[in-house]
């Protein structure tokens, strides 16, 4: 079954303990995307990756970091979260036809607490 | 910058209801533009598309039209069910950079 999967899909953790969430995808795609959704301000992206060693900042990367070695992984970082990094996250991937659109695929979401 | 706007939610309908939810867009260059839904408890999941203007998108018995002229991608149905309570997201592409909307609620009452 063609899936991004997400793990794990709860945290909570404290201030300044580094964290990773892993996200997976099974379909060859070379777009992946990180965003978080917050109450009233929709999903806003945090980093992308055209393909294998490839990233770019989206809107809000501040407090992010992301890698892509393999092209089926691409793993958030949070080297010391901050409460204000509450929130839901999903990871997202997508093939890249000619003039880069298409269709993204979602994960299921990373429901993460800062205390 | 690239931004979607939507109205403001939450939408409450009767069952068998018209909808529209509006969505109107800022963008450089020729942005595609998406409808996607979310199921409480759920990740997004792709309604319809427009890649260039003109173009209609549907699935599900939604419609939306690329209006380049009023910037607009405006989200139709024209009987709602109870099963499409959900928020929707309009959504552009224009680069690489996916930027979506805020999201409106839609609660479909029996």
């Known amino acids: 079954e063609a899936q991004v999967t997400q793990n794990p899909r709860y945290l909570i953790t404290v201030t300044g303990k580094k964290l990773t969430v892993t996200c997976s995808q099974n379909m060859n795609h070379e777009y992946m995307s990180w965003y978080r959704q917050d109450p009233g301000l929709g999903l806003r992206q945090i980093y992308y990756s055209m393909n294998v060693e490839v990233t770019d900042k989206g809107d809000v990367p501040e407090g992010y970091k992301v890698s892509r070695k393999e092209k089926r992984n691409f793993p958030l970082i949070l080297e010391s979260p901050s409460p204000n990094q509450t929130s839901l996250y999903f990871c997202?991937?997508?093939?890249?036809?000619?003039?880069?659109?298409?269709?993204?695929?979602f994960g299921p979401g990373t429901r993460l607490t800062v205390l | 910058g690239n931004s979607v706007t939507q109205m403001e939610g939450p939408v409450t309908l009767s069952e068998e209801a018209f909808l529209t939810i509006n969505c109107t867009y800022t963008?450089?260059?020729?942005?595609?533009l998406f409808w996607y839904v979310q199921y409480p408890g759920e990740g997004l999941q792709l309604l319809l598309k427009?890649?260039?203007?003109?173009d209609k998108g549907s699935n599900k018995g939604f419609e939306a039209t690329y209006r380049k002229e009023t910037t607009s991608f405006h989200l139709e149905k024209g009987s709602v069910q109870v099963s499409d309570s959900a928020v929707y997201f309009c959504?552009?592409?224009?680069?690489?950079?996916?930027?979506f909307g805020p999201g409106t609620r839609l609660s479909v009452l029996p």
């Open positions: 427009a890649t260039k203007a003109d």
């Open positions: 997202a991937s997508s093939t890249r036809l000619a003039g880069g659109r298409d269709t993204q695929y």
């Open positions: 959504a552009l592409i224009s680069g690489q950079n996916f930027v």
């Open positions: 963008a450089t260059g020729y942005p595609s």
